[in-house]
């Protein structure tokens, strides 16, 4: 009998660990060049951010901006090209090879020293035009000087509260004491530091939004008032730094557990995955990060072993005399892992699922002589009814091949950590002969699924 075969399939318990073992040992080398890769990243937001301000500060001299225009668009436009720049330095499709991430961290930090370089050195001129503009205009008021009364001001995101002039609005005023206004600024800088870290949670920015908001308020009143909230800020402090500590490692878990699973998702593959990992900010706790990263695990898991599982077909199938295993896809919505073993004369072949849940069926299948599958899409299938006498006839003589062929095959497996517990055997059936073409890009049809 030799229709449709359908196994579950699993691997041996000595196998799957070694398997896990060198994955995991990928996945040191990969973590010890993606937290280098990350930490130039960073470093090359920080530098981005950095311009940014740089831009602001200038500008914070101006009274009237609308009017220094002509003198400020030069800068505005040396801003843009090196944040244009910045953002093509940071789109690359990440390498799976740790030489080839290490490679790409010191590219990273090479161009970003050479854009941050270039713009403070063509920055410097600009800034004299424009300190002789203010001078010609007589600004003697500059914008960062402004008092803001606490009165009316509303409570702020920590997003809006710009920390340097709120500093200047203490510093400047007469009627707060030294020492509140030396403790206002370090506390303030703390907070600056803390909500501009890549990993810190949004809950956390919560807590410093109201503590920000609390130390500039009250430094305008009771003393009493800014005293409680430095407290506040001294015992929350600790609790966010580690919590900035614990997301830091995390993500680099994940950073590192993203490369193993898309190198293991393109392996055998023509067409690459190239998907960015999340990045940070778009993780608003580590609870959600370390989801995320158990998942990613987990998934990297799976393909790790189905690769192996390919791998092992193709090693027998090619001692049968069949050509590598070809990933094919049915119709416009046709899902993965079907695959194709044509035999040396290309007239036949064995038409492979393997499922999810690692349950495999074989079948044989008539191919179209002297083709190729194009772009992994088969174009059309013909059923039983739509074939001649003469193709079924074919058909059924290799189903009686395959039917010696397949216990073999099993035994094979067998004897690579692959255990094979049988399902379904049917028997030899006109109605299972199927014969595909090869399809032009643009596949048309339904995917054969399997009875599982």
Do not use: W
């Not at 009237?64 to 030069?74: L, Q």
């Amino acid at each position: 009998m030799s229709g449709p075969k359908i196994d579950s399939i699993e691997i041996e318990r000595r196998r799957k660990a070694e398997l896990e073992r060198l994955r995991q040992e990928r996945l040191r080398k990969i973590r010890e060049e993606t937290e280098k890769l990350n930490k130039a990243i960073s470093e090359t937001n920080k530098q981005n951010e950095k311009i940014e301000q740089h831009l602001t500060k200038e500008l914070q001299k101006v009274k009237d901006v609308e009017g220094a225009s002509i003198v400020t668009k030069d800068l505005y436009s040396l801003k843009e090209k090196c944040t244009l720049h910045f953002e093509n330095a940071l789109s690359f499709d990440i390498p799976t090879e740790p030489d080839a991430i290490h490679k790409r961290a010191l590219e990273l930090i090479n161009i970003t020293n050479t854009i941050t370089k270039h713009y403070f050195d063509e920055s410097k001129s600009l800034e004299e035009d424009l300190r002789d503009y203010i001078k010609r205009l007589e600004i003697s008021e500059e914008f960062a000087s402004i008092k803001f009364s606490s009165e009316s001001e509303k409570l702020m995101e920590i997003v809006d509260f710009d920390f340097s002039i709120r500093l200047d609005s203490i510093n400047n005023a007469d009627d707060i004491s030294i020492d509140i206004k030396e403790k206002s600024s370090v506390i303030l800088s703390d907070i600056e530091k803390l909500v501009n870290s890549e990993s810190i949670q949004t809950s956390d920015l919560r807590i410093l939004s109201v503590i920000a908001n609390s130390i500039y308020r009250s430094a305008f009143g009771a003393e009493t008032g800014f005293r409680a909230s430095e407290i506040e800020f001294n015992t929350v402090k600790p609790g966010i730094v580690k919590n900035i500590e614990i997301f830091d490692e995390l993500y680099q878990e994940y950073y590192a557990e993203y490369v193993v699973f898309l190198e293991s998702l393109n392996k055998n593959k023509t067409s690459r995955n190239v998907i960015l990992p999340k990045e940070k900010h778009k993780f608003a706790s580590i609870e959600q990060l370390r989801h995320e990263k158990e998942m990613l695990s987990l998934q990297s898991k799976i393909v790790n072993e189905k690769n192996y599982i390919r791998e092992q077909i193709d090693d027998v199938m090619k001692e049968f005399g069949y050509n590598l295993s070809k990933e094919i896809i049915f119709g416009k919505h046709g899902k993965g892992n079907h695959y194709l073993c044509n035999d040396a004369s290309r007239s036949s072949a064995i038409h492979i699922h393997l499922s999810d849940e690692n349950q495999i069926m074989m079948e044989i299948v008539a191919i179209e002589a002297n083709t190729e599958i194009q772009n992994g899409n088969i174009g059309m299938q013909h059923t039983a009814s739509e074939l001649n006498a003469n193709e079924n006839n074919y058909l059924l003589s290799h189903m009686g091949i395959f039917c010696d062929l397949h216990p073999k095959f099993v035994e094979r497996m067998n004897e690579r950590g692959l255990i094979f517990n049988m399902k379904s055997r049917k028997e030899i059936e006109e109605k299972y002969s199927r014969n595909f073409t090869a399809g032009d890009g643009k596949p048309v049809g339904h995917s054969p699924q399997a009875n599982f």
